[in-house]
């Protein structure tokens, strides 16, 4: 399925609105961002040392399908999917999932950045596994392991935003309890990829719950904490996607065209991330793309710096007035 790229300001202020939530406050989705991560095993530099911002933006980026022969800007070949996993990784790129972005659980090295790596539609070409349940090659999961043998600081952790019947090669059972058991996140991305724009209030609903118990049968238990909008079209009123009976989230991912703010800023809307397009430097809107954004970000004007500390929010003292109140105790500005 495929997505019209939809900015991230002109949804933004719209969902704020209708759901209710406050800029810097917490979600709809309910799960609370000031929590809080479990000490880190990295020791902690002073923040100056590193020059850390950790309310600079993240690129979250958004992948489809991985082909030999692309057949549209959502398409990217195993070599460049496998390319662009190494220049994250030489560029101290460090993944976490779509779950602890949202919820400020950043728990990274010192001088080292967060990227949230995220795959849409639960394509074959993203999991298949073998009879001897390894992931066949050149999967986005066994790419993604591969790049983690080769630069070990890069964590092989990702976040699949998948339908009913996801993974139809391996079953949907069985890839969902793999990514689960091997630190991947599942999400939602509705039962069957419906435009939620197009339905009223109640259908909706029932397409977002849908998608979530399809999650919970083939793999019980499992917390699905983050919904992506099919084709980015948020439903109205705008708060369902976010909480509705039987589900409630605290992350909603657009198609967006941009990198998202920190979640410790008062800007960050998490009923309404922006993700950027995977795409290479001459690819078609190669402007709203991965590759434009990586280059702009690698300035390191106002990227994400982490201080290696996930119990304190560092930032330039100048940036003071950007902190979201609820982390006002966490602040380590300098």
């Given amino acids: 399925m495929r997505h019209s790229l939809v900015p991230f300001c002109a949804l933004a202020g719209a969902v704020l609105l209708a759901s209710g ?20 095993p990295v020791a902690a530099k002073a923040p100056e040392e590193v020059g850390a911002n950790e309310l600079g933006q993240v690129p979250v980026l958004m992948y489809h399908q991985l082909t030999e022969k692309p057949a549209s800007v959502y398409d990217r070949t195993p070599a460049d999917f496998r390319a662009e996993l190494e220049r994250l990784a030489r560029e101290n790129y460090v993944p976490v999932t779509a779950r602890d972005f949202q919820t400020g659980r950043i728990d990274i090295p010192a001088g080292t950045h967060p990227v949230v790596l995220t795959f849409d539609d639960s394509t074959n070409s993203q999991v298949r596994l073998g009879q001897d349940g390894a992931p066949a090659p050149d999967t986005a999961v066994a790419i993604l392991m591969n790049t983690a043998k080769k630069y070990p600081a890069f964590k092989p952790v990702a976040t699949f935003f998948v339908n009913a019947d996801a993974f139809s090669a391996t079953g949907s059972a069985k890839a969902l309890a793999w990514l689960t058991s091997h630190g991947h996140e599942v999400g939602n991305h509705t039962d069957r990829h419906q435009n939620l724009r197009s339905l009223d209030q109640a259908g909706a609903v029932r397409a977002i719950a849908a998608g979530q118990q399809a999650i919970e049968k083939a793999v019980p238990g499992t917390r699905v904490t983050s919904l992506a909008l099919p084709f980015g079209a948020m439903p109205q009123p705008a708060a369902v996607a976010a909480r509705g009976t039987g589900y409630r989230y605290g992350g909603v991912y657009l198609v967006g065209s941009n990198p998202s703010v920190s979640p410790f800023a008062k800007t960050f809307a998490p009923d309404a991330i922006p993700r950027i397009r995977s ?19 690698a300035t390191g004007k106002n990227w994400y710096v982490s201080d290696g500390d996930p119990n304190t929010v560092a930032f330039p003292r100048a940036s003071q007035d950007q902190l979201a109140p609820a982390f006002a105790k966490r602040a380590r500005p300098y």
């Fill in 21 to 40: 939530c406050s800029p810097g406050g917490s979600s709809t989705g309910g799960e609370a961002a000031a929590s809080p991560a479990a000490a880190s």
């Fill in 279 to 297: 795409a290479g430097p001459k690819d078609a809107d190669a402007e709203f793309g991965s590759s434009r954004w990586l280059d702009k970000l």
